[in-house]
């Protein structure tokens, strides 16, 4: 669910309490994480929990996420390191140019300035001789085909959700956000270019840090942050998640629903 979690949608209430099993993984600060990779990891644990006969529930997340576990990822081969290193090492408005003649297509395609995305397009077809866009008409590793999936999506009220947003951003900064963000920044291990960094919130709270903006600016900046976010998730769910899958804005509703389902 938009902001709160959710392909149950339903967070920790009953259903959560009726699940037999629980299964996290995380990635550290010094390395990059990706949908495949956790999808790859959640593929385990799922067949895992199937393995020892529990029901996997998965509560949560991305619609790339979710979509890469479910329908599988383009299946293009890993990147020479030294053609990633070479390319990430560009300005995006070179790597764009470059791009603009390898894959004219994602250059139009994508925005000049949209860093991650350009250098990815850049380096597939840089490295494989064959356009990003050609590699992702193939799919592979998703679990659709082989699981009984029921989902429900839960989309609160926007009022009521804007609430929750603006007061975790206070609760975070309270719970000690910018403590976490000081250690992040004292790693050598984590260099300044690192995904982490890119974390909704992080670069407020390194600012702050800095001293060159204060408490309230940054809660601010936190706060519109994890608004936008939440509106690409709403945006998702509503257009992009099947058809099949039950959308609603009454939580008990939705906890009802998995229950019935569990039971």
Not at 34 to 60: K, M, N
Not at 81 to 102: D, F, G, Q
Not at 150 to 161: E, N
Not at 239 to 263: E, F, M, V
Request: hydrophobic fraction near 50%; glycine fraction near 10%.
């Amino acid at each position: 669910c938009p902001a709160c979690g959710g392909i149950a949608g339903v967070g920790a209430v009953d259903v959560a309490e009726q699940a037999v099993g629980h299964a996290g993984f995380v990635g550290g600060a010094d390395a990059g994480y990706s949908a495949a990779r956790w999808a790859a990891e959640a593929r385990g644990e799922i067949d895992a929990a199937h393995a020892a006969g529990l029901l996997p529930v998965l509560v949560g997340g991305t619609g790339l996420y979710l979509r890469t576990l479910i329908d599988g990822i383009a299946p293009v081969p890993p990147i020479a390191p030294a053609i990633r290193a070479a390319i990430r090492a560009l300005p995006v408005a070179e790597a764009h140019a470059l791009l603009m003649l390898e894959d004219p297509a994602a250059a139009a395609r994508l925005a000049p300035a949209d860093t991650t995305r350009v250098a990815r397009a850049l380096e597939v077809v840089r490295a494989t001789g064959r356009p990003l866009a050609l590699w992702q008409q193939q799919r592979v590793g998703g679990i659709g085909a082989r699981v009984t999936l029921a989902a429900a999506v839960l989309l609160p009220p926007r009022d009521l959700l804007m609430d929750r947003i603006d007061r975790r951003a206070r609760e975070m900064l309270a719970s000690g956000a910018m403590e976490e963000v000081a250690a992040l920044v004292a790693r050598a291990d984590v260099p300044d270019d690192a995904p982490v960094r890119r974390a909704i919130g992080v670069a407020g709270l390194i600012a702050l840090l800095a001293g060159t903006l204060d408490n309230e600016a940054v809660i601010s900046r936190l706060q519109l942050e994890t608004r936008r976010y939440a509106k690409r998730q709403f945006t998702w769910f509503r257009n992009q998640s099947p058809k099949n899958w039950l959308q609603t804005t009454d939580s008990n509703g939705a906890t009802a629903h998995i229950a019935t389902l569990l039971s």
